[in-house]
């Protein structure tokens, strides 16, 4: 069966340090996948997707990007973060080949200092 | 791109009464519509999800009801129970490989025992 894993479950970080999370999907191979943002009592925003190794399309000018080194790893970074960053942070993928709903990964709670 | 528009955003209903919750989208191409319902600190989790062939679908006591023609789409749980407490999203988008949907920003449903 599929299974997505994220992490670290929760971080703090000071504003200006660097981000790194990440999420791998196992069970299946060639996913979408999907990063979104969640503030605190808002929506679900999405940040950035991946239909494959090294395609990355954003959603949102800010200062966070994506890279997808392999087919089932999606990694969300930072270089400096923001106040605003903080958020729950969420990994998605979906089976390209089948047309259900997204599985979201179980999340990452980021609060910045 | 697309729009959602969530509302109520928040819903206090009595436990055995029903509850609805209502959506409309703004592009006509969306073609998926999925609802998820997200737990207090846990992710979000898909329920039930109707495509645009289909003007109504029901599982137990969940049904969603989609108008293409006024591009609006419902959630409606009957009978509610306590453990139907949480925050549902509706979302809308293409149910294609290359599968993006747009997230209402939520509802949050209290049952009240």
């Known amino acids: ?113 | 791109g697309e729009n959602v528009e969530q509302h109520p955003s928040t819903l206090s209903v009595q436990e055995g009464d029903s509850a609805v919750i209502k959506c409309t989208y703004s592009d006509s191409a969306s073609n998926y519509f999925p609802w998820y319902k997200q737990e207090l600190g846990k992710r979000p989790q898909l329920i039930i999800d109707i495509r645009s062939n289909v003007g109504e679908k029901k599982d137990q006591r969940i049904a969603v009801t989609l108008n293409k023609t006024a591009k609006h789409f419902s959630l409606h749980i009957t009978e509610t129970q306590p453990e139907d407490s949480a925050v549902y999203f509706c979302a809308a988008g293409n149910s294609g490989g290359y599968q993006k949907v747009t997230f209402g920003i939520g509802t949050k449903l209290q049952v009240i025992p």
């Open chain 1, 1 to 113: 069966s599929q299974t997505i894993h994220q992490w670290p479950a929760t971080l703090v970080q000071p504003v200006g340090s660097p981000l790194s999370l990440e999420c791998t999907v196992e069970g299946t191979s060639n996913p979408n996948l999907y990063w979104y943002r969640q503030a605190a009592g808002r929506g679900l925003q999405l940040l950035f997707y991946s239909v494959g190794i090294g395609q990355i399309s954003s959603e949102v000018p800010q200062n966070l990007s994506a890279s997808r080194p392999q087919d089932r790893q999606f990694i969300l970074s930072s270089k400096k973060l923001l106040l605003s960053d903080s958020g729950f942070y969420l990994c998605a993928w979906k089976n390209r080949d089948r047309g259900y709903g997204y599985t979201f990964g179980s999340g990452t709670r980021l609060t910045v200092v």
